[in-house]
């Protein structure tokens, strides 16, 4: 699987809008840009994922670059509960089976 | 959404007893399922990939007679940890997918393994 790289920690204030930053750039045609979280002491769950365009649901956005050598997952106004570590994950959707999970964004939000 | 159920949550054993964990999909049928550890402010680490009705694939380093995975239904995979050490104590995560094409992994709670 490519690998991605994000920031260590980021930081937002509650109400705010947070842009968590993605760079893959060695990503292939085939691959699924994934993004989960993990709350503390919990298992990861499951955000948001697309391949090409612009992807919404109830609980972010996710915008990939035209040349898809990046990616950044957008939560519209940050809450307490949305304190955990993001991961961005290369999937490829013909023959990827796992997913390996990179070290991840430590996002705190702050009250 | 699909759940995933993780068996127990938390466990605290004495060096040399065995431990099993229970992964079950709740409400789907899991082709797949894989089995991460996470030590303290770390990553998920992939230990083994099962599918039902085979032999687990296990990452490099990962010692296959020790951590003992069973998928025999397409609802139920276990970990058994056998003859624990406290270098075993770890977060144990499990996940599963459907079919090959679904694209979204769904994660168990984690059970948090303490060796004495």
């Known amino acids: 699987d490519a690998k991605t790289t994000q920031p260590n920690s980021m930081e937002s204030n509650e109400e705010e809008p947070v842009h968590l930053p993605c760079n893959h750039s060695t990503i292939s045609g085939t691959d699924y840009i994934h993004w989960y979280r993990q709350l503390p002491s919990q298992g990861p769950e499951y955000v948001i994922h697309g391949l090409t365009s612009n992807v919404n649901n109830r609980m972010a956005s996710l915008a990939i670059a035209e040349d898809r050598k990046s990616s950044t997952l957008i939560l519209h106004r940050a809450t307490l509960r949305d304190a955990a570590v993001y991961y961005c994950i290369l999937r490829d959707g013909d023959y990827g089976q796992n997913f390996v999970f990179g070290p991840g964004t430590r996002l705190s939000v702050l009250p | 959404g699909a759940v995933v159920s993780q068996h127990p949550s938390r466990v605290i054993c004495k060096s040399g007893t065995s431990v099993k964990i229970e992964c079950r999909s709740l409400d789907f049928q899991a082709t797949t399922m894989f089995w991460y550890r996470q030590f303290p402010k770390q990553s998920l680490m992939l230990m083994a990939t099962?599918?039902?009705?085979?032999?687990?694939?296990?990452e490099q380093g990962v010692e296959k007679d020790k951590f003992l995975i069973n998928h025999a239904s397409l609802t139920l995979s276990t970990l058994t940890v056998t003859s624990a050490h406290p270098e075993d104590s770890s977060f144990y995560i499990c996940s599963a997918r459907g079919d090959f094409r679904d694209e979204k992994l769904f994660f168990g709670s984690g059970t948090q393994l303490s060796v004495l």
């Open positions: 099962s599918n039902e009705g085979s032999k687990a694939t296990y």
